[in-house]
């Protein structure tokens, strides 16, 4: 998880200046020097906040604390802590000792999650100020996705959560597994990602499952209560039995559909072809599609049957009539349906 801070460090470096060395009862001794990140020192700011060893910043609290109430409630906290040890500041004595984060003497210090670096937690502070980015878009490369939400996520920034966990979504948007994202969902406490991860795990009948994968699944118990009796007791089960409903109506669109009606357009000599180009689709393109790969939505589907079979050409009026056909009886729908139903259940055991 250790990110590479080197090029950061040395891309910024251009930006910044030194500050004096800071004695500050803040900082446990001996001090190292943090330095300040101009585009995020703002000279009317009113917190000033160390972050890490490395980084001290000059924000705004107000900005600051509406992005994230966990922030605001631990400014308060310090903002307490201040006047009970500097009463004698309120009486209106002693007003040249700062309070904590009002003075780049008395900086209040946030620290990043164990794992990551200041450099990340410098990032976060960067999305809630984006004009620190200067005139350009900002530019995440795709090994600060994880770190930002990690980042984000124990500060409470959600909005900073999001837009890095819709980047890193993007950039492996390809890739990502569904155990993958499962994992994460379950890290992040993502509601939505879980019910992605565990629809696709259900409507993915051949994506392959490790041992560590199905020893995972097998833990995720359900609770007493909420999913009814008759279901399996862990969630491997429950993915095998919503996996197993899907394939069967699969099956039955394979099965209930090789009469073709023949439209008046076509001669019965070439309604032959009808059906020849029909057994040959399913057999070689839409069912490979249809049973592994990846979901295929209901619209896909249509879409898939609707276009050109390249192998063996179908006479479009009994093609668009066969698709109707297939549509009305409703087993597109049927899958989408135990899909739902399933992933409902699921997100009911004990992620
Ligand atoms: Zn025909």
């Excluded at 056909?325 to 899909?339: A, C, K, P, R, V």
């Amino acid at each position: 998880m250790e990110a590479d801070s080197t090029s950061t460090q040395d891309a910024s470096s251009t930006q910044v200046t030194s500050t004096a060395p800071v004695p500050t009862p803040s900082l446990p001794p001996p001090p190292p020097t943090p330095t300040r990140f101009l585009p995020l020192w703002f000279n009317d700011g009113n917190l000033v906040l160390q972050l890490g060893q490395k980084w001290i910043i000059k924000v705004y609290r107000h900005a600051t604390e509406t992005q994230s109430t966990l922030l605001k409630e631990s400014f308060e906290n310090v903002a307490a802590a201040n006047a009970v040890h500097t009463p004698k500041a309120a009486e209106g004595m002693d007003v040249d000792h700062p309070v904590e984060g009002a003075h780049d003497d008395y900086p209040i210090c946030l620290y990043p999650p164990a794992g990551f670096t200041d450099d990340h937690l410098l990032l976060m502070f960067q999305y809630l100020f984006p004009s620190s980015f200067g005139p350009n878009e900002p530019k995440i490369t795709s090994s600060d996705h994880l770190p930002l939400m990690h980042v984000a996520h124990m500060y409470g920034c959600a909005k900073v959560f999001n837009k890095a966990a819709l980047g890193y979504d993007v950039a492996r948007y390809k890739s990502m597994s569904p155990m993958r994202r499962l994992h994460l969902a379950v890290q992040f406490d993502m509601e939505k990602w879980k019910l992605l991860a565990l629809n696709e795990l259900m409507g993915l009948p051949l994506f392959h499952l490790t041992e560590e994968h199905i020893q995972l699944l097998k833990s995720i118990r359900r609770p007493l209560d909420g999913v009814p009796d008759k279901n399996p007791d862990d969630l491997y089960g429950l993915i095998l039995r919503i996996r197993t409903k899907v394939l069967s109506t699969r099956l039955k669109l394979v099965t209930a559909s090789v009469d073709i009606a023949r439209d008046a357009s076509c001669s019965l000599g070439e309604h032959e072809q009808c059906n020849a180009a029909w057994l040959l689709y399913w057999s070689s393109t839409f069912i490979p599609t249809w049973i592994g790969g990846r979901v295929l939505y209901e619209s896909e589907a249509v879409d898939l049957l609707r276009g050109p079979f390249p192998l063996l050409p179908m006479n479009k009026a009994c093609q668009s009539t066969h698709l109707k056909t297939l549509q009305d009886s409703g087993m597109f729908t049927e899958e989408g349906e135990i899909l739902t139903a399933g992933t409902k259940l699921a997100v009911k055991y004990h992620l």
